[in-house]
């Protein structure tokens, strides 16, 4: 794993005069791009703007950094060609990748508002904009990975271009250090700003290695008919449930819950199976921002579901698709994954091979799912009549999902479709108490 940073730093002459920067030959006199790292709307802190509001060149060229992506082959350099379709077989026996990231975030700001949401909706990182001109990558850089594209474009400006020949340019100054020496990027003859020591930590920490804990082992179901929260500690006009006990190691009780009534009929997405950027989602956190009352301000704590979202919608092993409480992360309501529904609240489901149907008809003797499974799905207020969205994505089909059926079979359908959608959270156990 590497940390990465870069740098821009711009060289402007106009006829035989230096506008920005000393000397042509010698990049180390010329000037560090500085980004606006005011808080603003629509990306426009992206433009490459210092923080007065002027440019080092001379508002003559305007820089687009939306964060754009590109396909390419892992382990080469060649990212430049447009050609390549995602998961495109080569002739080594490698496949062609997407990059990762979205669209650049300020520094200052993914720490003051967002870094627990976007840790989760981005868990391999995206670039972060820092008042001293360099851009960090959020987390460590695995092997085979690539980031997207920090700078997309610069275009000269032609109603203010120069009235004589001119030459600009861009020094890129990528640094990139392993985790054990990564100390060397913000000491010593290298600076770096508090919050770009910051991140280069917080980064360093995310990577190291940690002990491997399967969650299913500390998540046990629980008979949902003995879990009913009513409405007066939901802020909600309809009932919830528990479906399944997460314990920790010093004890503490947290409870998967979930809404026995679906909320209206929505599609998924227009074309997309991936829930984090969704309709469906849009839809959710719309839903929760309106929501008001013990269940939203006392409750709920922050969970790892937009992290965890599954692969497909059979049911298979090592499990995937488990969300559980975090120490960070993002707190709101989610659609359960298909492994959380096929083995806490579900009649049946596919196996891995996607064609055999196991049933929860009795206690562990098909598939090892206890009985509860097919009773908390019989606990849901609509549970026959109405089908239901999940959180994971289908593996065979980019425009399928999985979802609930009326008949309590964990199951696929295009994303164009309109199902229900049942909303879950992790709580605390005191609203039990």
């Known amino acids: 794993p590497m940390?990465?940073?870069?740098?821009?730093?711009?060289?402007?002459?106009i006829g035989n005069t230096p506008i920005v920067g000393g000397d042509a030959n010698n990049k180390l006199t010329w000037v560090p791009r500085l980004f606006n790292t005011a808080p603003a709307d629509d990306g426009e802190y992206l433009n490459g703007a210092n923080d007065d509001g002027s440019l080092p060149t001379e508002n003559r060229h305007i820089w687009y950094m939306t964060g754009a992506q590109k396909i390419f082959k892992p382990g080469t350099g060649e990212m430049g060609s447009y050609e390549y379709t995602d998961g495109q077989d080569f002739a080594d026996g490698s496949k062609a990748k997407r990059t990762l990231g979205e669209s650049p975030v300020v520094l200052v700001q993914y720490y003051i508002d967002h870094k627990d949401e976007l840790d989760a909706r981005y868990p391999a990182g995206l670039w972060a904009l820092d008042t001293d001109g360099?851009?960090?990558?959020?987390?460590?850089?695995?092997?085979?990975?690539?980031?997207?594209?920090?700078?997309?474009?610069?275009?000269?400006?032609?109603n203010v271009a120069p009235d004589d020949n001119?030459?600009?340019?861009?020094?890129?100054?990528?640094?990139?250090?392993?985790?054990?020496?990564?100390?060397?990027?913000?000491?010593?003859?290298?600076?770096?700003?508090?919050?770009?020591?910051?991140?280069?930590?917080?980064?360093?920490?995310?990577?190291?290695?940690?002990?491997?804990?399967?969650?299913?082992?500390?998540?046990?179901?629980?008979?949902?008919?003995?879990?009913?929260?009513?409405?007066?500690?939901?802020?909600?006009?309809?009932e919830w449930m528990a479906i399944a006990r997460h314990t920790t190691v010093a004890g503490a009780e947290y409870y998967l819950i979930v809404r026995r009534e679906s909320v209206e009929h929505f599609q998924f997405?227009?074309?997309?199976?991936?829930?984090?950027?969704?309709?469906?989602?849009?839809?959710?956190?719309?839903?929760?921002?309106?929501?008001s009352g013990p269940l939203k301000e006392t409750y709920a704590v922050a969970h790892n579901a937009l992290s965890t979202l599954g692969t497909d919608y059979r049911h298979v092993e090592p499990f995937d698709g488990f969300s559980s409480p975090a120490s960070t992360g993002f707190n709101g309501i989610f659609p359960l994954s298909a492994d959380e529904v096929?083995?806490?609240?579900?009649?049946?489901?596919?196996d891995e091979s996607g064609s055999t149907i196991v049933y929860n008809t009795s206690d562990g003797a098909e598939g090892g799912i206890p009985l509860t499974a097919y009773t908390n799905w019989e606990t849901l207020a609509d549970g026959r009549y109405t089908g239901s969205w999940l959180r994971t994505r289908t593996a065979d089909f980019a425009v399928q999902a999985s979802c609930?059926?009326?008949?309590?079979?964990?199951?696929?359908?295009?994303?164009?479709?309109?199902?229900?959608?049942?909303p879950a959270l992790w709580v605390s156990a005191d609203i039990f108490a």
């Not at 940390?3 to 002459?13: D, G, H, K, S």
């Not at 360099?134 to 032609?158: C, F, I, K, M, R």
């Open 269 to 291: 997405d227009d074309a997309s199976n991936d829930y984090t950027d969704s309709t469906l989602k849009t839809v959710m956190d719309d839903w929760w921002s309106d929501l």
């Open 166 to 238: 001119y030459y600009y340019a861009i020094d890129v100054r990528l640094e990139a250090s392993n985790l054990t020496e990564s100390y060397l990027l913000y000491s010593g003859e290298k600076k770096a700003t508090a919050n770009g020591e910051k991140i280069i930590k917080d980064a360093v920490d995310a990577a190291k290695p940690k002990p491997v804990v399967k969650v299913a082992d500390h998540v046990e179901i629980v008979d949902a008919r003995d879990y009913i929260i009513g409405t007066d500690k939901t802020g909600d006009d309809g």
């Open 342 to 350: 096929a083995e806490y609240m579900s009649a049946c489901w596919y």
């Open 3 to 13: 940390i990465v940073r870069v740098q821009f730093a711009e060289y402007l002459q």
């Open 134 to 158: 360099y851009a960090y990558w959020t987390q460590a850089l695995l092997p085979g990975e690539a980031t997207n594209l920090l700078l997309d474009n610069v275009v000269l400006d032609e």
């Open 404 to 422: 609930l059926s009326n008949d309590g079979l964990v199951e696929y359908r295009h994303v164009g479709e309109s199902f229900g959608v049942r």
